[in-house]
T-cell receptor, first 110, second 114 residues
Framework: DQQVKQNSPSLSVQEGRISILNCDYT??????FLWYKKYPAEGPTFLIS?????DKNEDGRFTVFLNKSAKHLSLHIVPSQPGDSAVYFC?????????FGAGTRLTVKP | GAGVSQTPSNKVTEKGKYVELRCDPI?????LYWYRQSLGQGPEFLIY????????DSGLPNDRFFAVRPEGSVSTLKIQRTERGDSAVYLC????????????FGPGTRLTVL
């Protein structure tokens, strides 16, 4: 059962524009959400997180939005840079369990 | 400081063989996790250690898979009688205390079963 879904396998944006990566989840028990970034031949690297008691968390160019009623979260990157090109995984956590989405490959074109 | 390291980076084996994958967590991290990532999928939880004990092994797919962490630091994931379906990248992560702390991942071991 896929409790965390990233429906877009890939996304391409122009440098300087906004990148928006989306994630949907089905389990209402999830109370902590994370985004990880992965370069080829490396492990996932933690990027940003949000607790279920918040609806927005911002860190520099990265902002995560959480819509609990829709069971949806998104990651905004603005402005996008070529170095942001990577695979982004959404993850959701509850009760000593963490589930990952399948990832979205972001390509930022110069 | 040093991050999570995993050895080997690549392992090719034949169906039916036994393999061991090693993980060196960040020094001082008491929590250690193993995940498996198949092609086109996100990491899938296998097992979680708190110190030397397996606090949660509910993600291990069957009894061919086993993991140990005898001294509360290095962990070894052991797979017996490997099958072609075991081919994946095996990721290890560690965190300071537990699930509420950020997990830091190693680069993974790519296992190919021929």
């Amino acid at each position: 059962d896929q409790q965390v879904k990233q429906n877009s396998p890939s996304l391409s944006v122009q440098e300087g524009r906004i990148s928006i990566l989306n994630c949907d989840y089905t389990n209402s028990m999830f109370d902590y959400f994370l985004w990880y970034k992965k370069y080829p031949a490396e492990g996932p690297t933690f990027l940003i997180s949000i607790s279920s008691i918040k609806d927005k968390n911002e860190d520099g160019r990265f902002t995560v939005f959480l819509n609990k009623s829709a069971k949806h979260l998104s990651l905004h990157i603005v402005p996008s840079q070529p170095g942001d090109s990577a695979v982004y995984f959404c993850a959701a956590s509850a009760n000593n369990d963490m589930r990952f989405g399948a990832g979205t490959r972001l390509t930022v074109k110069p | 400081g040093a991050g999570v390291s995993q050895t080997p980076s690549n392992k090719v084996t034949e169906k039916g063989k036994y393999v061991e994958l090693r993980c060196d967590p960040i020094s001082g991290h008491t929590a250690l996790y193993w995940y498996r990532q198949s092609l086109g999928q996100g990491p899938e939880f296998l097992i979680y250690f708190q110190g030397t004990g397996a606090a949660d092994d509910s993600g291990l797919p069957n009894d061919r898979f086993f993991a140990v962490r005898p001294e509360g630091s290095v962990s070894t994931l052991k797979i017996q009688r490997t099958e072609r379906g075991d081919s994946a990248v095996y990721l290890c992560a560690s965190s300071l205390r537990g699930w509420t702390d950020t997990q830091y991942f190693g680069p993974g071991t790519r296992l190919t079963v021929l």
